[in-house]
């Protein structure tokens, strides 16, 4: 399975991005998909997460009622919407693709994505 993560830039704080990350490979819809990131200097956190058929989705506790994270399974993608985006924000943003039906830590991820670059200016 290859992930390919797109959607960052440069953006005002407030701003708002969508990222995308498309899978090519086994079907996307045995997996569970998620969204990690890696700022600067730091290790890689959890952002958000989403079962395969979307009916569950999961938020770290730092990005809840600002990112939402989705998926379309009839053209392979996952997407993350950030909206009210703070400096904090600021890291290279993963997809992981998932075996396990609830994936809890970066160890239940099969797959990831190359990365894309966030960044939020004050």
């Known amino acids: 399975v290859q992930l390919q993560a797109s959607g960052g830039g440069l953006v005002q704080a407030g701003g708002s991005l969508r990222l995308s990350c498309t899978t090519s490979g086994r079907p996307f819809s045995s997996y569970s998909m998620g969204w990690y990131r890696q700022a600067p200097g730091k290790g890689r956190e959890f952002v958000a997460t989403i079962s395969w058929s979307g009916g569950t989705t999961y938020y770290a506790d730092s990005v809840k009622g600002r990112f939402i994270i989705s998926r379309d399974n009839a053209v392979d993608t996952v997407y993350l919407q950030m909206n009210n985006l703070k400096p904090e924000d600021t890291a290279v943003y993963y997809c992981?693709?998932?075996?396990?039906?609830?994936?809890?830590?970066?160890?239940?991820?099969?797959?990831w994505g190359q990365g894309t670059l966030v960044t939020v200016s004050s």
């Open positions: 992981g693709a998932s075996e396990v039906v609830v994936p809890e830590r970066q160890s239940h991820y099969d797959y």
